[in-house]
C-alpha cells in the first residue's frame, strides 16, 4: 500500500457518508468501499431500482444503517443527512429512454429529488455534497474530447435533468456556501451492474445475451463510440472528491471517464473475445443490428485533464481491464 493509499485510508475512519441511491449498482459499490475504509455509511434508498441483495452484505456491520426512503420526501431527506459529514448523491432515475417514455417521473426524481437532497444537506451543514452529474449534458456538441467548459443542448428529458442537477449545485454553492462537486459519468460499468429489465445499460445486457447464445442487438451500425468506464475509476473520482483540501478543486464539475473511446463494435468483440475463454459455444454467437435509438450521442470521449490536474486523479483500469474483472464477476455470479 501506498503513503497516499495510507493517508486515503486514515482519513476515511470514523467519517459519517451519507449514499444515496445506496441499493444500486454504483451506490453498492461506494457503500462497500468505503465501509472497508472503515467509514460509517448510511443509505437511503426507496428500492424503485435498487436491489436489497446489493446490500444485504453489509446489514450486519455495525458502521452501516440502512434508512428506507425517497428523495422526493423533504423529511426523509433530512432524516438521511443528520449528522452526516458528506453525502454521496447516486439517487436517481437513470436512461435516457425511460425520461422519453416518462419524463415526469424522471423529473419528479433527478430535478425535485435533489433539490430536496441540497436543501437537507444545507441545513444539516454537511461539508460537501458530491453527486452523480452525467454525460448526457454534452447533448449535441459534436466537440471531441468533451471539455467540461463546453456543452451542447440536451438531447432527452434525462439530460435536461442532470443539467438542472449542475445548474442547482453552482447556486447552493454560491448563495448558502454548500461546497458542491458534481461528477460527470461516461457510461459506467461493472460487477452489480444489474442486465435484467428493460433500460438495463448495453455492456451487461450483452454480457447475459452472449451467456444464453443469444445475440446482442446493436442499435445503429455499431459505429457510434462511447468513454466506457470501470466502476473502480468512479469510486476513486467519489474518493477523490471528497477528500480534496484543493480549494480550486470543490464547486465545480468533472468529467468521470478514462479518456479513451470504444465503437460498439469494438465492445461487443471484447465481450465476446472475453466469455469465450470461459465457454467456446460463445464464439458462434453472431449479432443483430437495429435502429437507432432516440435521444442517444453519436460519440463521446471525455478529456480528463481538469480531474488530474485537480484532484490528482488517474483511471486504474482501461476498458479491457475493466471488462476482465466484470466479465469475472457475471460469470460467477450470474451464470
Known amino acids: 500500500m501506498t503513503d497516499t493509499k495510507k493517508e486515503d485510508a486514515a482519513n476515511c475512519k470514523g467519517l459519517n457518508i451519507l449514499i444515496t441511491g445506496g441499493a444500486g449498482f454504483i451506490g ?4 462497500e468501499y468505503f465501509l472497508n475504509k472503515q467509514a460509517k455509511v448510511r443509505v437511503l434508498d426507496n428500492f424503485a431500482t435498487g436491489h436489497r441483495h446489493n446490500l444485504e452484505p453489509f446489514l450486519n456491520n455495525p458502521n452501516f444503517e440502512l434508512i428506507e426512503g425517497d428523495i422526493r420526501s423533504i423529511a426523509d431527506c433530512s432524516t438521511a443527512v443528520a449528522g452526516m459529514d458528506y453525502v454521496l448523491h447516486q439517487a436517481a432515475l437513470g436512461s435516457v429512454p425511460r425520461s422519453i417514455n416518462d419524463p ?9 429529488g435533489f433539490l430536496n437532497m441540497l436543501v437537507a444537506a444545507k441545513d444539516a451543514n454537511v461539508k460537501r455534497f458530491i453527486y452523480a452529474a452525467s454525460s448526457s449534458t454534452y ?16 438531447l432527452s428529458p434525462y439530460a435536461i435533468t442532470k443539467y438542472v442537477n449542475e445548474l442547482y449545485a453552482e447556486i447552493f454553492s454560491k448563495t448558502y456556501g454548500l461546497e458542491c ?21 448495453v455492456i451487461p445486457k450483452f454480457v447475459m445475451q452472449y451467456m444464453a447464445y443469444e445475440s446482442p442487438i446493436i442499435n445503429g451500425g455499431g459505429d457510434y463510440s462511447r468513454d466506457f468506464t470501470y ?6 473520482m467519489n474518493e477523490r472528491a471528497m477528500l480534496t483540501t484543493n ?27 472475453d466469455l469465450t475463454a470461459y465457454d467456446e459455444k460463445i464464439a458462434t454467437v453472431e449479432v443483430i443490428y437495429g435502429a437507432n435509438r432516440v435521444g442517444d450521442i453519436p460519440h463521446s470521449l471525455a478529456s480528463i485533464e481538469k480531474a488530474e490536474k485537480l484532484l490528482g486523479y488517474k483511471p486504474s483500469h482501461t476498458i479491457k481491464e475493466g471488462l476482465k474483472e466484470a466479465l469475472a464477476w457475471y460469470w460467477e455470479n450470474l451464470k
Request: a negative charge.
Open 181 to 201: 462537486i458534481g461528477l460527470r459519468y461516461f457510461n459506467v460499468f461493472g460487477r452489480k451492474q444489474d442486465p435484467q429489465g428493460a433500460y438495463a445499460a
Open 28 to 31: 453498492s459499490n461506494l457503500t
Open 247 to 273: 480549494k480550486e478543486a470543490i464547486n465545480t464539475v468533472y468529467n468521470t471517464a478514462v479518456g479513451d473511446r470504444t465503437t460498439l463494435n469494438q465492445l461487443v468483440q471484447y465481450i465476446k473475445e
Open 231 to 236: 466502476i473502480d475509476n468512479v469510486i476513486q
Open 104 to 112: 415526469i417521473t424522471t423529473n419528479d426524481v433527478n430535478v425535485s
Open 139 to 154: 447533448g449535441d456538441s459534436e466537440a471531441l474530447p468533451k471539455v467540461e467548459d463546453v456543452i451542447g443542448k440536451p
